[in-house]
C-alpha cells in the first residue's frame, strides 16, 4: 500500500468531481424515494401477509 500514491489519486478524483446540477440531483432523488417508497411497500405486504397466517403472531 503506497499511501502518498493513494492520496494523489485520491485528489484527482476529488478535482474531478462537480456539482450535480438542479436536474440531475432532482432526478437522483426521484429514483431514491421511489427505491424506498417501494422496500417499504413490500415489507408491509409480507406484514400483511404474515398477520393472515394462521398460527403467526403479528409484531
Known amino acids: 500500500m503506497d499511501v502518498p500514491y493513494d492520496l494523489t489519486s485520491y485528489i ?3 478535482k474531478l ?3 450535480p446540477s438542479w436536474e ?3 432526478q ?3 429514483i431514491a424515494g421511489a427505491g424506498i417508497a417501494l ?3 413490500l415489507g ?4 400483511a401477509v404474515m ?5 403467526s ?3
Open 12 to 14: 484527482r478524483v476529488l
Open 17 to 19: 468531481a462537480s456539482t
Open 24 to 26: 440531475e440531483f432532482s
Open 28 to 30: 437522483i432523488a426521484k
Open 39 to 41: 422496500v417499504g411497500l
Open 44 to 47: 408491509f405486504i409480507i406484514f
Open 51 to 55: 398477520t393472515f397466517i394462521p398460527g
Open 57 to 59: 403472531k403479528p409484531v
